[in-house]
């Protein structure tokens, strides 16, 4: 308990010198709080593309795995005398794969889809301004200001 004082008093002493440092670069500039936002939004706009980008991936690996598994099925009804009683059961559970990674593939698409159109609600937003100026704002906050 002792130990942690030190540590909330830090914090404390932080969150205090985050709102001065805030206050002091708002009288400097008054658009300031404005393009870190912007900055903020550009940022989550582009997390929302990466997001994006990996649930359309997780949708391809799903298709692909339905053109294996119909590939499959297709043997199975073609060569079902090769597998005796199992056949049927084969080609029972292998429908109900394909139907399963069809579903999963449909959700991934549609959430795909959505944080596509979240990104692009940011886009859209933000009309920034030059990628200097905006940096530049930003680096006028010094280290209370977390980049990447």
Do not use: C, W
């Not at 206050?23 to 940022?43: G, I, K, L, S, T």
């Not at 990674?101 to 449909?106: D, I, Q, V």
């Amino acid at each position: 308990m002792i130990l942690l004082i030190p540590v909330a008093q830090a914090a404390d002493h932080s969150g205090i010198r985050i709102t001065q440092t805030l206050a002091q670069n708002d009288e400097q500039n008054p658009n300031a709080r404005e393009v870190v936002e912007r900055y903020f939004e550009d940022e989550l706009m582009k997390k929302h593309e990466t997001v994006a980008k990996y649930y359309e991936d997780e949708a391809g690996k799903s298709r692909a795995k339905i053109r294996e598994l119909r590939g499959m099925l297709a043997h199975y009804e073609e060569k079902s005398y090769l597998y005796g009683k199992k056949a049927q059961d084969l080609q029972a559970h292998t429908e109900a794969l394909v139907r399963k990674y069809e579903e999963a593939a449909k959700a991934d698409a549609r959430e795909a889809a959505s944080h596509r159109q979240i990104a692009l609600a940011f886009k859209e937003k933000n009309h920034p301004d030059s990628k200097t100026q905006k940096v530049s704002i930003v680096e006028s906050y010094g280290s209370t200001v977390p980049l990447k």
